[in-house]
């Protein structure tokens, strides 16, 4: 069973559409996060979620707006998409307490904004 | 944040073992040290962390320098699968929201040649 899993994989699209990134993690951990990784492959953390109250909101442009229905599950929906927004996306979970050490991320999504 | 300086590539010969080099001159008392790997094309990856100690792991082992200014992860015997991107990185988990993120730099390229 993957641990941290993201759906989808790639995602193409034109600009100024609207797309969704899934994450969800089966580990039990209470926090979860997204990281964007440019072209230079700098990673830099968005968004952080602790018992899917926002913790963490890096200068992250409103047209990005994660949700998290419930503690397994961290979307990301981005409006309005534009060509810099191109990148990999990544999932991210951990557990306060004990896991605050270790972050399981997940797989990747890579957007490529046309 | 305090900031790590981290060879930009490194090169080692299968089987043999390597040693990682990070410098944190301006880590403070309470900063944990982590060690994240990122193989390609797939999210980082948890290595190993410590705080003054030396520390001991499956993956690897980490030394830090009695002055905590500096710390070496090391690969026992280099596998073609270690192939990847070494970070370096300072949490501290008594800074509130921000010990969730991890800040990521550029990381040292661990080439293992057959």
């Known amino acids: 069973d993957t641990a941290v899993s993201q759906t989808p994989k790639y995602l193409v699209t034109q600009m100024g559409n609207d797309k969704s990134i899934k994450c969800e993690q089966n580990l039990g951990h209470d926090t979860m996060y997204w990281y964007k990784q440019d072209s230079k492959k700098f990673l830099k953390i968005m968004f952080s979620?602790?018992?899917?109250?926002?913790?963490i909101n890096e200068t992250v442009p409103n047209r990005f707006s994660p949700k998290s229905p419930d503690k397994a599950h961290l979307n990301l929906h981005i409006n309005s998409l534009e060509l810099g927004d191109s990148a990999v996306y990544f999932c991210a979970s951990s557990h306060t307490g004990t896991g605050l050490w270790e972050q399981y991320f997940g797989p990747g999504t890579r957007l490529t904004v046309t | 944040d305090a900031k790590t300086t981290q060879p930009n590539s490194m090169e080692s010969n299968e089987e043999e073992p390597v040693h990682l080099p990070c410098n944190h001159s301006?880590?403070?008392?309470?900063?944990?040290i982590h060690w994240y790997r990122q193989l390609p094309s797939q999210g980082p990856e948890y290595v190993i962390h410590?705080?003054?100690s030396n520390v001991n792991n499956r993956m690897a082992s980490l030394a830090i320098a009695e002055d905590r200014k500096s710390s070496t992860l090391i690969l026992h015997r280099a596998t073609l699968r270690d192939a990847a991107v070494y970070y370096c990185i300072l949490r501290d988990p008594n800074s509130g929201a921000g010990s969730y993120q991890l800040t990521f730099g550029k990381g040292t390229k661990l080439s293992v040649i057959p």
């Open positions: 410590g705080l003054t």
């Open positions: 979620y602790n018992n899917k109250e926002l913790i």
């Open positions: 301006t880590i403070s008392g309470t900063d944990y």
